[in-house]
């Protein structure tokens, strides 16, 4: 075990990011409670292991859509935010009974990237995610996106909650963000297209050439966040002094084999 990946070992606060392709189940469309389930045990496992743990969820409009009946994403902004009001609601649900099951109490943050960008309502943001850690709740957060005043994509959103989850991080003061993606980390080209592409295993700097790599390889699925939103939120959490781990969210174990030192995903070190 290399010694960068053992210290992964003595994290003590850990916000966890999964997107909704991770979430959402391709051939239903529908929420994947399985993979939830196995998802908030292994936060719950976390959490009884003494550290503090918050989940950044998406889905909230995939999920709201699906229980519209609609098909496809959304094509205008109202349908977007109306899709995400009742999504969130049915996300937060199912998050809710699961926590419940698995012995622990969850909470719902919505934020806004305006929200943040005040010094007041930033300031209570904080104040209410260290109350929340003091009393053994997880945090489940994702955007306000029903109330987010511009485009969804656009100014004074997050972009995507890969950005959203480094903020998170940076606001709460956390040592590790974990990024569950579709894919088992960052890649030197796309694996799809290249069967040559390897998979980095650690990135001290993010060099001109990560990023022109990253760009070869965002993916257009139901997410939103390719792989240079995630350097992005790498950027953002690594100086801010968080380590950032980008792993592959079909096995929610992988979280545990990470924080065990397991060479597995692309890990990214804060400075
Ligand atoms: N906040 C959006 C949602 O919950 C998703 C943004 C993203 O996928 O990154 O649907």
Request: hydrophobic letters at 40%; charged letters at 25%.
């Amino acid at each position: 075990m290399s010694a960068l990946r053992s210290r992964l070992k003595t994290k003590k606060r850990i916000i966890v990011k999964i997107g909704s392709a991770s979430l959402i189940d391709p051939e239903t469309d529908g929420i994947n409670h399985e993979r939830l389930e196995e998802l908030v045990k292994v936060l719950v496992h976390l959490k009884r292991d003494g550290k503090d743990v918050c989940l950044v969820s998406s889905g909230a409009i995939a999920v709201g859509s699906k229980a519209l009946g609609m098909s496809g994403k959304p094509d205008s902004l109202p349908k977007k935010q109306a899709y995400a009001a009742v999504g969130q609601a049915k996300l937060i649900q199912a998050y809710d009974m699961l926590f419940e099951e698995a012995g622990t109490m969850t909470g719902q943050v919505l934020l806004t990237a305006i929200t943040l960008e005040n010094s007041l309502a930033r300031a209570n943001a904080v104040n209410t995610f260290e109350e929340l850690f003091k009393l053994g709740v997880i945090p489940v957060v994702n955007e306000n996106d029903s109330i987010s005043t511009e485009e969804i994509e656009q100014v004074h959103t997050f972009g995507d909650n890969d950005r959203l989850s480094a903020l998170v991080a940076q606001l709460t003061g956390a040592d590790l963000l974990i990024l569950l993606s579709d894919i088992d980390g960052m890649y030197t080209d796309d694996p799809k297209s290249n069967s040559d592409a390897g998979l980095i295993s650690e990135v001290e700097d993010l060099t001109d050439e990560m990023w022109g790599m990253a760009k070869g390889t965002d993916s257009k699925g139901v997410g939103t966040g390719g792989m240079s939103a995630k350097l992005a939120a790498a950027k953002i959490a690594v100086e801010n002094g968080a380590d950032m781990l980008i792993l592959n969210g079909n096995d929610p174990e992988n979280i545990k084999k990470a924080l065990a030192g397991e060479d597995i995903g692309t890990l990214f070190l804060s400075k």
